[in-house]
């Protein structure tokens, strides 16, 4: 079955720190992978996907198959990164999104 | 600016009580989804839809039903809300292809007393 696990329900690092986000997933073949982002009174919003490559608000995210991860980096924390994240899995191939159970990240000044 | 719009941002209602939350999406996106948001537990797959009309069960369909019947409406219905429903429900919509992304509503937090 398909999962996506992040250990870390909330992660709490002084600004200017470096950050990782932990996702780990469960999938047989090949799955896309994305971080989705949601902000205090906001709502949830993509941040980067794997196949983009892309670096968004300094943030990246690697796929390593060998340890079937993808976690989120960024190397000095913002205040305004203070959020929600959550890492999203898409195996089937038609756009269904499964989600892990999120990891608040708390960046203090 | 694209757009979904769930029609209440809070709802109140009495155990038992029918439920209908409503999502409309103006991207002519084939898929549109019903997740629920709990603290601890995620975004949790109630009901996804790839085209009007039809309709696949998530990860949690129990106690929960949906309708499409055109391509941007996409409605949640509780048939005998209970207390255990309360939560925050999201809506969800997407091009139909693996790499594509989702843009979400935002929100309604549903309480059943």
């Known amino acids: 079955a398909q999962r996506v696990t992040q250990p870390e329900k909330l992660l709490s690092v002084f600004k200017g720190a470096p950050v990782e986000l932990k996702c780990n997933y469960s999938?047989?073949?090949?799955?896309?992978l994305f971080w989705y982002v949601q902000y205090s009174r906001q709502r949830l919003q993509l941040l980067l996907r794997?196949?983009s490559r892309e670096s968004i608000k300094g943030f990246t995210a690697d796929l390593n198959k060998g340890e079937t991860s993808f976690h989120l980096k960024k190397p000095f924390a913002q205040e305004e990164d203070s959020a929600m994240y959550y890492c999203?899995?898409?195996?089937?191939?038609?756009?269904?999104?499964?989600f892990g159970q999120g990891t608040e990240l708390s960046v203090k000044p | 600016d694209v757009k979904v719009t769930q029609s209440s941002r809070y709802l109140v209602k009495r155990t038992g009580e029918k439920v209908f939350l409503e999502c409309v999406q103006d991207?002519?996106?084939?898929?549109m989804f019903w997740y629920r948001q709990d603290p601890g537990l995620g975004l949790r797959l109630i009901y996804f839809s790839y085209d009007v009309k039809m309709k696949e069960k998530g990860d949690i369909p129990e106690g929960y039903s949906v309708s499409r019947e055109k391509k941007e409406r996409f409605s949640l219905i509780l048939e005998s809300a209970s207390t255990n429903q309360t939560s925050m429900y999201l809506c969800?919509?997407?091009?139909?292809?693996?790499?594509?992304?989702?843009?979400f509503g935002q929100g309604t937090r549903l309480t059943v007393v």
């Open positions: 999203a899995l898409e195996g089937y191939g038609g756009g269904k999104l499964i």
């Open positions: 991207m002519d996106h084939e898929n």
């Open positions: 794997h196949i």
């Open positions: 969800a919509s997407s091009q139909q292809s693996a790499w594509e992304e989702a843009f």
């Open positions: 999938y047989s073949g090949s799955p896309e």
